[in-house]
């Protein structure tokens, strides 16, 4: 379907309206073109809040507050895809679940085909898309309401949502950097692709800028700023084919290059039932910065994993919620909802802490008990792996030959960790990352790379190498084996 031209602005109350209900209407983010969803049974209660702000993006505010809401809790704004509303979002994407054991209080904003004839949130338009406007200033005026009326801890407000929701994620962001400390894009795209392409364009094939041209444009959205920016997950399915796999790779670049880190991950792991390829980008402090994790064999959606298990979560009954991994499960473990946050809670930090064994790919602990310990978080490299009820932990799924930092804290019953413990640094047997020079053509004859429509791109990460000749030469890091990342800042 042609993107519709802009109609001539009406005057008056129609002349703000019409362009909101003309504006790209046919947009597939979220839930393509295959007409609204069926509603889903309302297995969540939420309860709709008026009157949080001036709401000039005409938004509608529901919240889920588990009966167990501590006080000064985190916040979890979760933004739908297109043709969803709200009660679909809570009923299967897991996040109610996740805010009952981990005590967090979720935020869900909605649109409405006032909006957009399709319900997507209108990341595309600069009326919507920019600091202090639209529907970007009313999920900004959620978060506050959040703070003011729910006693939320300011320093713990989060942003997540799918695709057309994903993509105002990232505006979310860009644009009020000093509200939230973490955001998680799930099949979205990078931040004001739009400022010279159509969305269709930015969809599918994708924009290929440089990570300082992606970076500029976050800049640009509030001069003023100086930092931190916030921390960053990035989650697609590897089939996708609506917002195509290519946005996850400019997406990791604008968000790596903010933080001022290099395009390579420090580290790759596998997580969940369907080995979800998971890198990390972890900062001089040793937290993880950035971290994109590409679900094998899925297409555009929601990436759950129903069931009862510690790591399962959410439900099929709707589209666009696809049976893989519980990504809610771990991007509220990325958030550091798991309890696995800074330590607030009075538990000494655990003392003894040692590596009782080493292989290629996984790293034995063990330590010291700690009296009223209900259980242990670990973290590796500062970011919590694992919650285990007894003084032991094998960490596995690592790569030969890498150093990784580990400390461990003490939670109460209550899920608080205390003092954190020393810190260990453990380097696994096995090789390093082997390193490979050549020119494009020579990658792609040897396998390292594959050529489409004239350009090379690397096997693995999907990195775009430029053009496919003799010319253009890269340094390629192989690990683990077959996965292949550009590396020409330095290999290993």
């Not at 805010?99 to 209080?105: E, K, M, P, V, Y």
């Not at 809670?345 to 003392?351: H, R, Y």
Request: charged share 15%.
């Amino acid at each position: 379907m042609p993107y519709p031209s802009p109609p001539e602005r009406p005057r008056g109350r129609w002349g703000r309206l019409v362009p909101r209900l003309l504006a790209v209407v046919a947009l597939v983010l979220g839930a393509a073109l295959a007409g609204p969803a069926p509603a889903a049974h309302a297995a969540v209660t939420l309860s709709r809040v008026t009157g949080f702000g001036s709401n000039p993006g005409a938004l509608n505010m529901y919240v889920y507050r588990p009966a167990s809401l501590p006080a000064n809790p985190p916040v979890v704004i979760a933004l739908h895809g297109c043709t969803q509303n709200a009660q679909v979002y809570a009923d299967n994407s897991g996040l109610p679940q996740l805010a009952d054991r981990d005590r967090f209080l979720l935020v869900l904003a909605e649109t409405t085909t006032s909006n957009n004839l399709n319900k997507c949130f209108n990341w595309f338009q600069g009326t919507d898309n920019q600091r202090g406007q639209g529907e970007a200033l009313s999920i900004r005026q959620m978060a506050d309401h959040a703070v003011s009326a729910y006693g939320v801890d300011s320093r713990r407000v989060y942003v997540t949502g799918l695709s057309a929701g994903g993509a105002m994620t990232a505006v979310m962001l860009a644009t009020y950097p000093e509200v939230f400390s973490a955001g998680a894009v799930v099949a979205g795209l990078p931040y004001n692709c739009t400022k010279d392409n159509g969305p269709y364009t930015c969809m599918s094939p994708g924009v290929d800028l440089s990570p300082g041209e992606w970076a500029q444009r976050v800049r640009d959205a509030y001069p003023s700023y100086t930092g931190p920016w916030p921390r960053t997950a990035i989650w697609y399915g590897d089939q996708d084919t609506t917002v195509v796999p290519r946005n996850a790779t400019e997406l990791r670049d604008q968000w790596t290059a903010l933080h001022g880190l290099p395009q390579t991950p420090t580290r790759t792991s596998s997580i969940g039932p369907d080995a979800t390829r998971h890198d990390e980008y972890v900062a001089s402090d040793g937290t993880v910065a950035v971290e994109v994790n590409r679900v094998p064999g899925i297409n555009h959606g929601t990436p759950v994993d129903p069931g009862t298990g510690t790591e399962q979560c959410g439900s099929t009954g709707a589209p666009y919620f696809l049976d893989s991994i519980c990504s809610s499960h771990w991007i509220a473990r990325f958030f550091g909802l798991d309890g696995s946050g800074p330590g607030t809670g009075s538990l000494p930090a655990p003392t003894g802490l040692t590596a009782s064994g080493v292989t290629d790919t996984g790293v034995s602990l063990r330590w010291n008990a700690v009296d009223g310990a209900a259980d242990y978080v670990v973290q590796r490299d500062g970011n919590p792996v694992a919650t285990p009820s007894g003084t032991s932990y094998t960490d596995t799924g690592l790569s030969a030959g890498t150093s990784h930092t580990y400390a461990v804290a003490a939670r109460d019953a209550g899920g608080t960790a205390g003092s954190r413990s020393g810190t260990i640094t453990v380097t696994t047997t096995g090789s390093a990352a082997a390193c490979h020079t050549g020119s494009n053509y020579t990658h792609v004859q040897a396998g390292r790379a594959t050529t489409t429509g004239g350009y090379t791109y690397a096997k693995g990460s999907n990195q775009n190498m430029g053009l496919y000749n003799t010319f253009v030469t890269h340094t390629l890091k192989e690990s683990p084996t077959g996965y292949y990342s550009i590396a020409d800042g330095g290999c290993p």
